[in-house]
């Protein structure tokens, strides 16, 4: 057997640097959505392969929900600042202010409020394409994206009209007002992500790992409570999403598998304190991923639904 | 903790008409392979109760869209991943109804290997020989022919032996070497992960079995070192000094290995230099090899962009801008003779004009048709094209990688074609340069 040989997470590691430099040197403005989640990580150091030891050619862009986890977002600020890049964040609330989007009446989840911030930012800034961590294995209507996605002027995925990708050669070619997202992940599983983490020892925020952390019971899922409501001279972020006063909030051992926001992260019960029990927890799982999404759980074609209307 | 023991990655398609039992098979093969969740089962026995009578319909695990769903179809190439302890698997599910070449050419494209479904009651088909053709013009390395539903004609040797016979009197027409031939039942699970009881005939492999166990090490090109230059790496404000002159070469070597001290020519300019480093950020490399990403520094200040390819200067490509090569096209505007398109080859993009359309190829007879009028979406053909500068190139049947390309129409920006190129009639000389010096 020859030693010229490349492993599973060889194999799409340079498959993924290949589609970062293909967007470096295919579009003018481009950004990297850039979460703090494991798969965003993942991201971050493919950049760093595939750029070092030049800069990074692109701009981390955020939109909060205004109901993040705060170790998302410290951990998320300080990995820009360590690697040197521009941290972009556009937050529902400042669209709410600027009128871009409206609150949605009896609806406390802001997961599709995202939506219009994003595309207001990628207009704002000009973006014509923006990296995502999206994964083909999360989800069935991700299962048929391609690594580039092409999206109209206004935003929208049309998935009985994609472009083939045949080979390595993506077709990156844009009209102006059109834009085009890219997913390098698109062939990782969960478990690559978290080998990968591994091997690389990437750092990953704490609510991974097991802590305490008081619960209540919402839509068969441990949510967790959210902080308290200090500042009085504004509304509560968080009115309608805490707990009733005839809710049982229990402290739990748990940890996230998935992040979304505070209101609808499902915690799993873990007691997995390091990147080798994660794996080991994934590997005997019986659940998806995304199981402990409440944005997905919506209908069966929500994923579908909100990719149409320019989600990423 | 140690790092766990190394796997390899195999990339397959699945093709077969319609109600072959596709989509079975892959729910099949992730069912028994324990690759499914117990939320993707609730969801499948939710389905059930909707649309399939209260049967679980393994299909239902690969149509994932809404219209899928609906109308019973499969739109388009759906990935699926899975995993045994042995190996993981990409599969490439492509839909059997129309437009089926396109997506069987898109799914093929970064395939290791080909399941093609053979119903065992029909036997060789139209479809068959199609799939077999596209899985021998993409040059596949493996195929599997999947004979399927063996339990619907009571499990016969003579049946299987039968349809074994009819392909290999045509598979010597094609250029496959390695296919294999399973007898299952993909419904009832027979031989695709657990061996049957029912063919104590049949001494081969179960399919996975096989997925497992196929020699893939050799897939990749590891002859002439091809690499095109995907991205200049020049750092703006090093903090390290060292790297204030920095001229990097960043890209995925398509083809061979690389060495520092390596001589290479660039091409087109037949400008010549030493391999000085092989960046990474895990640290400098004395070697590298397919399909490997790197950055390569030369030991020369040479004036390189993205769209060069840097090549070892054993084995040189071709260099032409008057190409010869089969297309399969995938678009509803048909190809005609005197169209104009833009032509992507490795990290090039250049103008490329159809001078002539040769034949267009019936992929059931495997007969070249002279001189169409046109080439419809799905057909596969041959034409000649004039490129607006050179490509440095080799056979798509040397390197799949070096000898690909996409056309790309102007305006739309749609991706038209796929086009295989034929092996250059010369190759670049070593002495070759562009410069008059």
Known sequence: MSSYHLDHLQYLETEAIHVMREVAAGFERPALLFSGGKDSICLLRLAEKAFRPAEIPMPFLNVETGHEFPELIEFRDRRAAELGAKLIVRSVDEAFAKGIAAPTPGQISRNQLQIPVLLAAIEEFRFDCCIGGARRDEEKARAKERFFSFRDAFGQWDPKNQRPEIWNLYNARLNPGENMRVFPLSNWTEMDVWEYIRKERLEVPNIYFSHTRDCFRKGGQWIPVPPPHTDSSKPDPYAGARPGPNENVRSLVVRVRTIADMISTGMIESPASSVDDIIAEVAAARVTERGSRADDKASEAAMEDRKKAGYF | ?437
């Open chain 2, 1 to 437: 903790m140690p790092a766990p023991h190394s796997i390899e990655l195999l990339r397959f398609n699945t093709c077969g008409s319609v109600d072959d039992g596709k989509s079975t098979l892959i729910g099949r093969l992730l069912y028994d392979s324990k690759s499914l969740m117990e939320d993707q089962i609730e969801a499948l026995e939710r389905s059930a109760d909707i649309t399939g009578g209260g049967q679980i319909n393994l299909a239902n695990l690969t149509d994932g869209l809404r219209a899928e769903r609906e109308q019973g179809i499969t739109i388009d190439v759906a990935y699926r991943y899975f995993a045994t302890p042995r190996r993981k698997f990409i599969v490439a599910d492509t839909p059997g109804h129309v437009q089926y070449t396109r997506n069987m050419v898109t799914g093929a494209s970064t395939a290791n290997l080909s399941v093609v479904l053979v119903d065992a009651r029909q036997g060789v088909i139209e479809q068959s020989r199609r799939h077999t053709y596209i899985a021998s013009l993409l040059r596949i390395p493996h195929v599997v022919i999947a004979v399927n539903k063996m339990d619907l004609v009571g499990w016969s040797e003579a049946r299987f032996q039968e349809i074994r016979d009819e392909f290999e009197s045509f598979l010597p027409l094609l250029d496959l070497k390695d296919v294999k031939f399973i007898p299952m039942s993909a419904l009832n699970g027979d031989n695709v992960v657990e061996p049957s009881v029912h063919t104590p005939w049949f001494a081969g492999p179960t399919l996975l079995g096989h997925l497992e166990t196929v020699h893939i090490g050799s897939d990749w090109n590891m002859g002439a070192f091809r690499f095109p230059v995907q991205w200049v790496n020049r750092p703006n404000n090093p903090r390290d000094p060292h790297l204030h002159d920095f001229r990097g070469f960043s890209g995925q070597i398509a083809g061979g290995i690389v060495r520092v001290g390596q001589r290479v020519m660039v091409l087109p300019s037949g400008l010549k230099s030493t391999v000085k480093e092989i960046w990474t950020l895990d640290g400098p490399l004395q070697e590298a090899f397919c399909p490997q990403s790197v950055t390569l520094v030369l030991a020369d200040d040479l004036d390189i962009s993205r769209g060069d390819t840097l090549v070892g200067m054993e084995f040189l490509p071709g260099l032409s801008s008057e190409l010869h090569a089969k297309v399969c096209w995938m678009h509803p505007r048909p190809l005609q003779r005197g169209r104009r398109y833009l032509l992507k080859h490795g990290t090039q993009i250049v103008q490329a004009a159809v001078t002539t359309v040769e034949n267009r190829i019936n992929v059931a007879t495997y007969q070249a048709e002279p001189e169409p009028p046109e080439l419809a979406m799905n057909d596969i053909g041959e034409i000649r094209l004039k490129t607006a500068r050179p490509l440095a190139y080799d056979g798509y049947v040397t390197n799949r990688l070096t000898g690909a390309f996409v056309l790309i129409e102007q305006g739309t920006n749609a991706t038209v074609a796929a086009g295989m190129l034929h092996p250059p009639l010369e190759s670049v000389r070593p002495e070759y340069s562009d410069f008059a010096i």
